[in-house]
């Protein structure tokens, strides 16, 4: 399997601290990743380097085998690496519906200004459609995404990160703030999501990530500590013992 991306010898200091300490790390095609690791062992800060919204101090990130360290976020969703931006890519203001067609217009490279002329077309009213049956939000579909229960504004967030039809998706802590029954539904639609695509997410909650991630990263403290399936990754006593030694648990 190739890797669609790689990071080499990643490093990220803040202020002499490396949160982020000499880590090669590599995302398989086709595969659902998850990275965890205890509280402040430098997940999101890997994320974020990966995502290019930090750049390192030392080292290099690859896609596709291209050096894209030097590149920024709208370079690498041209690539077809994308991240979810979490409640903040939903327009409060506008309904489920439209929350979708802007994403899918945006995809298109069509502005706002074409907006409402252009979302009547029917070739986009049906991917409209298509997507909100997809993601079981028919009877939402013209309720203001500002009225949503959080849970399903996540649903929508991950039905407009979809619209773009990202090769790789990121997820940062996609079950964050999530209570049971929503926790269920975004992982089955994260798995579906899936199919033809790879997965990146740091998740906390590790039975989503035994149901959902083919391949593991451990973190503890800057560095990657084990990595392989879920069994081999929670039956090691190093990996058993960054969880309960620390003063934090994830
Ligand atoms: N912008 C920053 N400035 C200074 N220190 C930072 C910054 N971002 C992260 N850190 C530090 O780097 C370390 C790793 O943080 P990071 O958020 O990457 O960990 P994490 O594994 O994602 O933790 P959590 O599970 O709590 O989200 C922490 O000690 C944190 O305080």
Known sequence: MANVLEARGLSREFGGFRAVSNVDFALKEGTIHAVIGPNGAGKS?????????????????????????????????????????????????????????????????????????????????????????????????????????????????????????????????????LGHEDIGRI????????????ILLVEHNMRVVSDLADQITVMVRGEVLAEGSYAEVSSRPDVIAAYTGGQHHG
């Open 187 to 198: 992982t089955d639609l994260v798995r579906e999501s899936g199919k033809g695509r790879t």
């Open 45 to 177: 800060t890997l994320f974020n380097l990966l995502t290019k919204f930090l750049s390192p101090s030392e080292g290099r990130i690859l896609h596709k085998g291209e050096d894209v360290t030097a590149l920024r976020p709208p370079a690498m969703a041209r690539r077809g690496v994308v991240r979810s931006f979490q409640i903040s890519a939903v327009f409060a203001g506008l309904t489920v519906r439209e929350n979708i067609e802007m994403a899918l217009l945006r995809t298109n490279g069509i502005g706002w200004s074409f907006f409402s002329s252009i979302a009547r077309r029917p070739a986009i009213r049906r991917r409209v459609d298509e997507m909100i049956s997809r993601f079981s939000l028919d009877e939402h579909a013209d309720t203001q995404a500002g009225n949503l229960s959080y849970g399903r504004k996540r649903v929508l967030e991950l039905a407009t990160t979809l619209a773009l039809d990202p090769d790789v998706l990121l997820l940062d802590e996609p079950m964050a703030g």
